[in-house]
């Protein structure tokens, strides 16, 4: 675990922290800096950065409880609306540089969460261009399949 990683500390139990679920493989507790009210956090116990160091195992496990914490969120808090968010590298907005989760109950009241508030519609082609060395990549067709 990385020893100066806040989420590592909560996992060893060094750093105080709200724990709604644990695990063997993972820790679901309250964002000490909540956006909204019953804003949870979902780690993997061990020392991940991100997503591409993620174990799609582990990967699945953690996305299993986001799925049951969300649900339990909203018969609990009866929030209208939920949005679950995960962040990468600095330009992706990542803050903690242990993988995470955020599940997040979201009121009407509330202005709804937006990265980007105005989207403009791609030409067909350039998707198109753009996403077929991903799914090349994905069929085991091309470099570092």
């Known amino acids: 675990m990385g020893a100066d990683c806040?989420?590592?500390s909560i996992v060893r139990g060094e750093a105080p922290a709200t724990k709604?679920?644990?695990d063997e493989l993972a820790l679901a507790f309250a964002d000490a800096f909540p956006l909204e009210r019953g804003h949870l956090l979902v780690v993997p116990k061990v020392h991940v950065e991100n997503i591409y160091a993620l174990d799609p195992e582990l990967g699945a496990h953690l996305f299993r409880l986001t799925v049951r914490l969300a649900a339990a969120l909203k018969t609990e808090l009866e929030p209208d609306g939920m949005n679950l968010f995960q962040?990468?590298?600095l330009a992706g907005g990542q803050e903690v540089f242990h993988f995470h989760l955020h599940i997040l109950p979201r009121w009407k009241e509330r202005a709804p969460f937006r990265i980007?508030?105005?989207?403009?519609?791609s030409p067909y082609d350039e998707l198109e261009r753009l996403f077929a060395p991903v799914r090349a990549r994905m069929a085991g067709v091309g470099p570092r399949a």
């Open 87 to 89: 962040a990468n590298e």
């Open 116 to 121: 980007i508030p105005n989207r403009t519609r």
């Open 20 to 22: 709604v679920w644990e």
């Open 6 to 8: 806040i989420f590592c």
